[in-house]
T-cell receptor, first 114, second 113 residues
């Protein structure tokens, strides 16, 4: 099956710093990638849809200036959490969609903001 | 707004018991439905999907789901669970714009040997 990787898998940072998370589709090209946030015992919450070569589409309530998304190529999307605060601590998951409208998920990145 | 509800938050079964996890969606038009599984410490994996055609969909690892349009349901079933089926199960639907997945809150399945 299709493989999606995320890097880093775990990151701890100080409040006020910025953190970049990478999402890569390893064996297929993804014109569309998605960024989700997963809270403990909660479902995945879609944050934004990332389209290669264009601006991301953010869901209601998600601050686009805080969560910067760049989809520079067909295999890479990045999420940058700017000026991170403790409440941004969460599990961030990306997914990539193939030509058959199937989504494949990355392993997630655990962000802890001190 | 489109939504997905999963009625069972935590299901506990013994090995060999039959499983049925409920999933209902809110949108009445054409739907694409999915079940994903997340094993402990692992990422989400697709179990099965329904786009069109036969409403009884068979997936991996012996799972199946039935799309019942009149009930807005897409319940997941397995006739005999194994200890290795212990995981979190998520039902999802593609949103009306066809651009993203909407997830239910998930059901935790615990299978005792």
């Amino acid at each position: 099956g299709a493989v999606v990787s995320q890097h880093p898998s775990r990151v701890i940072c100080k409040s006020g710093t910025s953190v970049k998370i990478e999402c890569r589709s390893l064996d297929f090209q993804a014109t569309t990638m998605f960024w989700y946030r997963q809270f403990p015992k909660k479902s995945l919450m879609l944050m934004a849809t990332s389209n290669e070569g264009s601006k991301a589409t953010y869901e209601q309530g998600v601050e686009k200036d805080k969560f910067l998304i760049n989809h520079a190529s067909l295999t890479l999307s990045t999420l940058t959490v700017t000026s991170a605060h403790p409440e941004d601590s969460s599990f961030y998951i990306c997914s990539a969609r193939n030509g058959r409208n199937e989504q494949f998920f990355g392993p997630g990145t655990r962000l802890t903001v001190l | 707004a489109q939504s997905v509800s999963q009625h069972n938050h935590h299901v506990i079964l013994s090995e060999a018991a039959s499983l049925e996890l409920g999933c209902n969606y809110s949108y009445g038009g054409t739907v694409n439905l999915f079940w994903y599984v997340q094993y402990p410490g692992q990422h989400l994996q697709l179990l099965l999907k329904y786009f069109s055609g036969d409403p009884l969909v068979k997936g991996i690892k012996g799972f199946e789901a039935e799309f019942i349009k009149s009930k807005f349901s897409f319940n997941l079933r397995k006739p005999s669970v194994q200890w290795s089926d212990t995981a979190e199960y998520f039902c999802a639907v593609i949103n009306q714009a066809g651009t993203a997945l909407i997830f239910g809150k998930g059901t935790t399945l615990s299978v005792s040997s």
